[in-house]
Structures are given as C-alpha cells and as structure tokens.
C-alpha cells in the first residue's frame, strides 16, 4: 500500500496549485483521505479531508474558501486544488488514508502517508 504525491513547486502569492495523490497497492474508494501539512519550524498540521462513502469534506479554518479537496475514485486519487495562496501556505503536504470512513481531521487516524510534496509560496 503505497501513497504517492505529486503537483508540488513554488508560487507566487496569489497564484494556485493542484496537488494529486495516487494510491497504489488497494482500493481506497471507501476510506477517508486527508492532506495535512508541515512548515518550516511547525508541527504537521491538518488541511482537509474527504470521506468515502458519504463524499463529505472538512476543512481547516486557514485554508476554508481557498483549498478544495476532491477524488476520483475509479483512478484511486485525491486531489487538493489551492488558489489564493499565501506565503504562510509554505509547507511540505502529506496525503494520508484512513482505513475507515469518517471526516477526522488528527493525524493519529489516518493509517498510511505519503511521503510528502514541497509547496513554497513567495510573496
């Protein structure tokens, strides 16, 4: 079971981004997936998530309005669309699964993570 980022890259504030997680190894069609991320000198930090079954999202209150998070399910991937981003947006994004459903936003119930895509956003 494998996640694997991609889409990350540096961007002027004000610009956009879209940031794609291929999962590989399973179906993840019924589980929640997340993004979360990790800045310079902060802890890993909850973006978004989206459910399986109920195709329910949440978001942090820093990227609401801004960052959409989406999956197309036949192609095993989830997406995070940003636009408007700012200089604090500047972190590595982490896509992570959760082996049951739910819109959870702490990182203890996801169960598998990729390994990170760098986003730096410069003002």
């Known amino acids: 079971v494998q996640l694997v980022e991609s889409g990350g890259g540096s961007v002027q504030a004000g610009g956009s981004q879209r940031l794609a997680c291929t999962a590989s190894?399973?179906?993840?069609?019924?589980?929640?997936m997340g993004w979360f991320r990790q800045g310079p000198g902060k802890e890993r930090e909850f973006v978004a998530v989206?459910?399986?079954?109920?195709?329910?999202?949440h978001y942090a209150e820093a990227v609401k309005g801004r960052f959409t998070i989406s999956r197309d399910k036949d192609k095993n991937m989830v997406f995070l669309a940003m636009n408007n981003l700012r200089p604090e947006d500047t972190a590595v994004y982490y896509c992570?699964?959760?082996?049951?459903?739910?819109?959870?936003?702490?990182?203890?119930?996801?169960?598998?993570w990729g390994q990170g895509t760098q986003v730096t956003v410069s003002s």
């Open positions: 989206i459910s399986g079954t109920r195709v329910s999202t």
């Open positions: 190894g399973r179906s993840f069609s019924s589980n929640s």
């Open positions: 992570a699964a959760r082996r049951g459903e739910g819109t959870f936003t702490d990182a203890p119930h996801f169960d598998v």
